[in-house]
């Protein structure tokens, strides 16, 4: 049974940090592409925050660009997401996504927010 599950939300002010780590089991994760989404609102579509392959190649949003770093530890089977200088508008539930040859799977989310 594959399992993704978040952690290290919670409460941060603005220009603070959080680190935010997703667990994997049941899945190979080092063959796996590993993704943070967010959703801002209810009823709003999540949105792609930040990926890596698992080459280790990254991508981000515009919007966390050189605030947000994703990372991956295949030896413990783990995606990081560091956020620094947070700000208001990332108040949101951020999911881990692992995804490879049509497979996708989701964690349930990690709620984290901001206040100004």
């Known amino acids: 049974q594959v399992q993704l599950v978040e952690s290290g939300g919670g409460l941060a002010q603005a220009g603070g940090s959080l680190r935010l780590s997703c667990a994997a089991s049941?899945?190979?994760?080092?063959?796996?592409?590993m993704a943070w989404y967010r959703r801002q609102a209810p009823g709003n579509q999540r949105e792609l925050v930040a990926?890596?392959?698992?080459?280790?190649?990254?991508n981000y949003a515009d919007s966390v660009k050189g605030r947000f770093t994703i990372s991956r530890d295949n030896a413990e089977n783990t995606v990081y997401l560091q956020m620094n200088n947070l700000k208001p508008e990332d108040t949101a539930v951020y999911y881990c996504?692992?995804?490879?040859?049509?497979?996708?799977?989701w964690g349930k989310g990690t709620l984290v927010t901001v206040s100004s």
């Open positions: 996504n692992a995804a490879r040859s049509g497979m996708e799977y």
């Open positions: 049941g899945i190979t994760f080092r063959s796996y592409y």
């Open positions: 990926s890596i392959s698992s080459s280790g190649r990254t």
